[in-house]
């Protein structure tokens, strides 16, 4: 999709550009100061505003609406004893505020071109490597925003959801540079009405989701050529037996295991957050496999993690 500017790039320190390959989103503008529409918008000293800032205008077509969208996405790279809830409250009015002015702004217009604006996302990285998950679930529960008249989507991503999106970019790399067909995508289901797609864009609703269902066709060399019908379930969700249950129920509910010309394996992959937990993951796996053998498991990188805990 393209390089992200170098500013951006400093802001995502530790993940670079790279959280956002493999999403096949459009970059329509990036570093654009434009004049603010509205008096009502003020800056955290209480005074009018006079420009807004777009660290990166992002489109992409959404398949449960059917048309392009567009979100602005802001990044902070603050210290970890920044993120707090004040803080949180003022950026996320900030971008707010952002979204309002870009929809009005003639110098904005140009760049939406055929995409409606739906929303924002704010993206945090600790600069000084610090980061609690307990306590930053804890401070973005006490984010009080006051009601919009016009509501619209607010995504917020801080180091634990980027560490996710680095290791799910890495797979899905390493899963299209070793598969020749080149065919990967994403599964949309038929929700409320939509169409049943296979894209290669990854939505933003989907990006924060707790199980992303992908799916290739993957050519084993040592069998003759012999073409295998990959489903590949990404799991964020934390393990326990109830997860485990949704996702059987989730796979037989979409009809995931539907017949096909080709052998089919299903390749789960589970986010371990500790050492001791990838035991816990192996054991529950075993029971939840026992009775399809076409089921297999793998373990996405945890960056905390060492390598050996995973062995």
């Known amino acids: 999709m393209g390089e992200l500017s170098q500013r951006i790039?400093?802001?995502?320190?530790?993940?670079g550009n790279t959280i956002f390959n493999n999403l096949e989103w459009e970059i329509l503008t990036q570093d654009l100061q434009f004049n603010c529409m509205r008096p009502s918008h003020k800056n955290p000293k209480n005074k009018e505003k006079t420009t807004h800032g777009i660290d990166l205008l992002q489109g992409y077509y959404n398949p449960f609406t059917d048309r392009k969208e567009s979100i602005i996405i802001?990044?902070?790279?603050?210290?970890?004893?920044?993120?707090i809830p004040s803080n949180l409250k003022i950026w996320i009015e900030e971008l707010i505020n952002t979204i309002e002015c870009a929809s009005l702004s003639p110098s904005v217009n140009p760049y939406l071109g055929e995409y409606t604006l739906v929303g924002g996302m704010l993206l945090y990285n600790s600069s000084d490597n610090k980061y609690e998950l307990t306590r930053a679930l804890e401070n973005i529960s006490k984010i009080d925003v006051p009601r919009r008249r016009n509501p619209m989507i607010i995504y917020l991503a801080d180091n634990n959801r980027l560490e996710k999106w680095y290791s799910f970019n890495q797979e899905i790399s390493k899963i299209k540079s070793e598969n020749r067909d080149n065919n990967w995508g994403i599964i949309y289901p038929s929700i409320g009405g939509s169409?049943?797609?296979?894209?290669?864009?990854?939505?933003?609703?989907?990006?924060?989701?707790?199980?992303?269902?992908?799916?290739?066709t993957k050519t084993n060399e040592l069998e003759d050529g012999i073409k295998k019908d990959i489903k590949a379930i990404f799991c964020f969700d934390k393990v326990n037996e109830d997860s485990l249950i949704y996702l059987r129920n989730m796979i037989n509910e979409l009809q995931l295991e539907s017949r096909s010309d080709r052998k089919q394996e299903f390749h789960i992959y589970f986010y371990p957050e500790s050492a001791e937990e990838i035991d816990y993951i192996k054991e529950c796996f075993s029971r939840f496999n026992k009775d399809k053998q076409y089921f297999k498991l793998n373990l996405l990188d945890n960056r905390r993690l060492s390598r050996i805990s995973y062995e």
């Not at 790039?9 to 530790?14: N, T, V, W």
């Not at 169409?195 to 290739?216: A, C, G, K, Q």
């Open 74 to 83: 802001e990044c902070k790279h603050r210290e970890w004893s920044n993120f």
């Open 9 to 15: 790039g400093k802001k995502l320190e530790k993940y």
């Open 195 to 216: 169409h049943w797609e296979r894209l290669s864009v990854v939505t933003p609703s989907y990006l924060f989701s707790d199980y992303i269902i992908t799916t290739y």
